[in-house]
């Protein structure tokens, strides 16, 4: 089956703008998360989405801002973009069932990510 | 959050074992050790998993420690496909609403020696 979809892969932006990032996830899978990763910081955890709902949200300012489409589909928008906001933002998908087990369906799979630049 | 330490760099010879540590000093009981690798240009991907006991995969070994505080990710034969960053992660229990935490630490990057 088909994996996790990023949209768009590469992205440039200037200073001030807004940006909108897409993730597809996994057939069947309701359960969305997202994270900024740069150099210096590692992968950082944005927030994460299921059913539609955020569940979890990492220490972000709040121009970092996201949704879940009744489909399973997220986008995530950064409004008035900083130069420190350029990174790969990546997308994860997993089943989101509700388990006690920690058995392998709550493994997460992630996209190839979209990498932001701002100017 | 339970946070996890990891050396930031390693290095092993092509089709030697290589062990690599994490700390995770501050987990709870119901924490699971997850261990996702990164390769160059790619996003992470799921390495293995384990809650107490030691875990065996096609890809790996888990070692976890008695009290739970360390484990250890074992490549038993490292190929140069294994160069990447791995990450120690700590992955919170289910909930009755499906809500789960994920902690990333830094990660561990891997070197092979041809």
């Known amino acids: 089956k088909a994996g996790v979809t990023q949209t768009p892969r590469y992205l440039i932006k200037t200073r001030g703008q807004q940006v909108t990032l897409s993730c597809s996830p996994i057939?069947?899978?309701?359960?969305v998360s997202w994270y900024q990763q740069t150099p210096g910081q590692g992968l950082q955890f944005l927030f994460e989405?299921?059913?539609?709902?955020?569940?979890n949200k990492g220490n972000f300012p709040g121009r970092f801002s996201g949704r879940q489409f009744s489909n399973s589909r997220s986008e995530m928008n950064v409004s008035t973009l900083e130069l420190g906001d350029s990174a790969l933002y990546l997308c994860a998908s997993s089943l989101g069932e509700v388990r006690l087990t920690g058995r392998r369906d709550t493994e997460a799979f992630f996209g190839q990510g979209t990498r932001l630049t701002v100017v | 959050d339970a946070k996890t330490t990891q050396p930031n760099s390693m290095e092993s010879n092509e089709e030697e074992p290589v062990h690599l540590p994490c700390n995770h000093s501050?987990?709870?009981?119901?924490?699971?050790i997850h261990w996702y690798r990164q390769l160059p240009s790619q996003g992470p991907e799921y390495v293995i998993h384990g809650l107490t006991s030691n875990v065996n995969n096609r890809m790996a070994s888990l070692a976890i420690a008695e009290d739970r505080k360390s484990s250890t990710l074992i490549l038993h034969r490292a190929t140069l496909r294994d160069a990447a960053v791995y990450y120690c992660?700590?992955?919170?229990?289910?909930?009755?609403?499906?809500?789960?935490?994920?902690?990333f630490g830094i990660g561990t990057k891997l070197q092979v020696i041809p």
């Open positions: 989405y299921f059913s539609e709902t955020q569940r």
């Open positions: 992660i700590l992955r919170g229990p289910w909930v009755r609403r499906g809500y789960q935490k994920v902690t």
């Open positions: 501050t987990i709870s009981g119901t924490d699971y």
């Open positions: 057939s069947g899978h309701r359960s």
